[in-house]
């Protein structure tokens, strides 16, 4: 288990027992860490920087001597909506994210009312929402509210809908291909 302390811009690993120690520390990067998403395949962590309007990467295993690489958004904290390579890209306070099985990541990039995918060439576009959209459409004329989540499942990506008490779904990837015997 992963834990993200934002103030004091270190991450933690919780054990059994509670015992507590700094795996990497994000204050000598001038980092901040909002929350954590690790990688399907265990080879990296994403972390979520919602002020800095940024998400870097942290390769796995994490030690001090991790490395902490631009992953996508402004690594100077500027906001904004820019779709593009994912190293001049825009964000304006993206409160969540979900990395799929696919190695896509979606991003909840909540005061521009849309949901960001990046690709796995680091390629960020629009796939839904914006702040001049309404509720209840599909793709580019769907809205969300302020408040909003999202997690991959099973070739679709969930969202919550805060705002708009709604739960949502995005078709992704061919639901075949989820394997059925793991209910």
Do not use: M
Not at 115 to 127: A, H, P
Request: proline share 4%; charged share 20%; glycine share 8%.
């Amino acid at each position: 288990l992963f834990v993200s302390y934002l103030l004091l811009k270190t991450f933690v690993l919780v054990e059994p027992g509670f015992t507590v120690k700094t795996l990497f520390d994000l204050g000598k990067h001038s980092a901040n860490a909002f929350a954590l998403y690790p990688d399907p395949r265990k080879k990296f962590v994403l972390a979520l920087d919602s002020s800095g309007n940024r998400i870097w990467k942290l390769r796995l295993p994490l030690s001090q001597n991790s490395s902490l690489e631009a992953f996508a958004g402004s690594f100077v904290g500027e906001s904004g909506y820019v779709d593009g390579p994912a190293a001049k890209s825009l964000f304006n306070r993206p409160q969540s994210l979900s990395i799929c099985d696919n190695g896509a990541v979606f991003v909840a990039d909540t005061r521009n009312l849309a949901i960001r995918k990046i690709s796995k060439d680091g390629e960020v576009t629009t796939i839904a929402g914006g702040s001049s959209r309404k509720p209840g459409f599909a793709g580019d004329t769907a809205r969300f509210s302020s408040e909003f989540s999202l997690a991959c499942s099973c070739g679709s990506l969930l969202i919550a809908d805060c705002g708009n008490r709604l739960i949502r779904e995005i078709q992704i990837d061919d639901p075949k291909s989820c394997d059925s015997s793991d209910s």
